[in-house]
């Protein structure tokens, strides 16, 4: 048995100079985005778990919306078709701007 | 720059109101870049709640369901969450003043050390206690939060490692004898480290279930306002931030406890 919590690469950002830690942290938050599709009605933090509906049961309230978000074929206010930020994520245009040339941190999230 | 800096820059313009807590303060803590989400404690008086309002309303914020961003219902524990589009960014910010198992004193000594910290966030004894929630994920964090926390006493209560725990223990039985009664996991250190760590284990599982029943206990007390939400999220979809905070408070004010009560 071995007691790590995190790997070596999540640990990584001890290693980086604060901007070095900034640039990371912002592409990470940007390729976070991927699953906003999959995370849409979750909570990260506080005290409300779930959405108030669950997503298809039959007469369920639709989630609030957002303003400028259209709605999507779920019926969900969204910005953009679904799926087109995934397919973005796994077809990436132009260079990531940030970040030395190296491993990047793996995603815990 | 970062988001979650940029709007913390913003919320404590002048005074400091707000500070990163939960995932990104892992970040900041050179702990892995693990949540895209923000989270704040913030100061638990109008003037903060209505600043941090009045920036998120500039950035075209809208409430997520939860409760409003108002003292009354902030002072109760509740959380309050709002989201907006910034660029190619979902920004999520979720605020509370009265983080779960953060004592007062605790809590007092945190807006202290915050002072003059740029960016202000939450050192690792309280993160800690924020990360014992009732996701198996957050756990790992608080073994890595033990291993930054340069006090014994600090690492005999938090550290999740087995190993640790031992090595911590031939060194410190003096301090060890007095923790146990707050740690139960630490009279095990005695039985080895495989029973250590099966109780470490355990311990886990019982936070979950404590931080699962807190949870049900807002779900249970927000149940009326869950089935308000739909008609109002639809009745404030088009109203400026401010406008739609005031009749979120409205009939929060009719719906929604201050406090969930057993």
């Given at each position: ?49 779930t959405p108030f509906h669950t997503r298809g049961r039959a007469g369920s309230s639709r989630p609030p919306a957002c303003k400028g978000w259209r709605r999507p074929p779920t ?35 | ?61 809208c409430y997520r369901f939860g409760a409003p961003l108002d003292v009354r219902w902030m002072r109760g524990g509740w959380s309050s969450h709002l989201e907006f589009q910034s ?44 990360k014992k929630t009732d996701r198996q994920r957050d756990y790992p964090f608080i073994g890595e939060l033990a291993r930054l926390m340069s006090d014994p006493r600090d690492q ?107």
């Amino acid at each position: 048995m071995t007691d790590e919590f995190l790997s070596e690469e999540d640990l990584d950002p001890c290693n980086l100079s604060w901007e070095e830690l900034l640039a990371w942290w912002d592409l990470g938050l940007h390729q976070a985005q991927a699953t906003n599709d999959l995370d849409e009605h979750t909570y990260s933090h506080g005290v409300f778990r779930t959405p108030f509906h669950t997503r298809g049961r039959a007469g369920s309230s639709r989630p609030p919306a957002c303003k400028g978000w259209r709605r999507p074929p779920t019926n969900l206010p969204r910005s953009e078709p679904a799926g087109t930020s995934l397919q973005a994520a796994l077809f990436p245009g132009p260079a990531a701007r940030y970040g030395p040339d190296r491993h990047h941190p793996a995603w815990a999230g | 720059m970062v988001i979650y800096l940029e709007l913390t820059a913003e919320f404590n313009q002048s005074r400091l109101r707000a500070v990163i807590c939960s995932g990104q303060a892992a970040v900041l803590h050179r702990l892995a870049i693990a949540s895209k989400d923000g989270a704040w404690i913030l100061r638990e008086d109008e003037e903060a709640l209505d600043h941090v309002l009045a920036v998120l309303g500039r950035h075209g914020a809208c409430y997520r369901f939860g409760a409003p961003l108002d003292v009354r219902w902030m002072r109760g524990g509740w959380s309050s969450h709002l989201e907006f589009q910034s660029a190619a960014l979902r920004v999520r910010t979720d605020f509370f003043t009265r983080p779960p198992r953060v004592s007062s004193e605790e809590l007092s000594q945190m807006w202290l050390d915050a002072e003059g910290q740029d960016p202000p966030f939450t050192g690792a004894r309280v993160l800690a206690e924020m990360k014992k929630t009732d996701r198996q994920r957050d756990y790992p964090f608080i073994g890595e939060l033990a291993r930054l926390m340069s006090d014994p006493r600090d690492q005999l209560l938090y550290s999740r490692s087995a190993d640790d725990l031992i090595r911590l223990a031939e060194g410190h039985a003096d301090l060890l004898r007095e923790l146990v009664p707050l740690r139960r996991v630490l009279s095990r250190i005695r039985d080895g480290r495989r029973a250590l760590a099966e109780a470490l284990q355990l311990e886990m599982l019982d936070s979950m279930d404590a931080n699962a029943a807190r949870i049900e206990l807002f779900r249970t007390a927000s149940a009326s306002w869950a089935r308000a939400w739909p008609k109002l999220s639809h009745e404030i979809d088009a109203l400026p931030l401010s406008q739609a905070h005031s009749r979120i408070v409205t009939l929060a004010d009719m719906v929604l406890p201050k406090e969930p009560r057993p």
